[in-house]
């Protein structure tokens, strides 16, 4: 499995910036699809984007397309979440997720594809 460790939580007025990075170790980084997540006090765990082993391939939640964006550096072993224009709504821990098939061609929304998760990091958002 990998080491995944997510950085750039915080607390930002309504309408903010944040950019969150996802560090990962432990295994070949480039080969995996990668994840991110989001979970709320009082709500279950849901996807927020993905993106290929390649960089190619990228899927969003619908409600977040044109907010957020996903990229990786396979050179840095790093993920990030550029999320902008936040809403109270999205407060909650983002979580990182390494896929748990090497090379998927596209990206999965599905938690249970993932096999590996960071501790995650809190984003709240003031109105």
């Known amino acids: 499995q990998v080491q995944l460790v997510e950085s750039g939580g915080g607390l930002v007025q309504a309408g903010g910036s944040l950019r969150l990075s996802c560090a990962a170790s432990g295994r070949t980084f480039s080969n995996y699809a990668m994840g991110w997540f989001r979970q709320a006090p009082g709500k279950e765990r849901e996807f927020v984007a993905a993106?290929?082993?390649?960089?190619?391939?990228?899927r969003y939640a619908d409600s977040m397309e044109d907010r957020f964006t996903i990229s990786r550096d396979n050179a840095k072993n790093t993920v990030y979440l550029q999320m902008n224009s936040l809403k109270p709504e999205d407060t909650a821990v983002y979580y990182c997720a390494a896929d748990k098939i090497m090379t998927r061609r596209r990206p999965s929304d599905d938690l249970a594809d993932f096999n590996s998760w960071g501790q995650g990091t809190q984003v709240t958002v003031s109105s």
């Open positions: 993106i290929s082993w390649s960089g190619g391939y990228i």
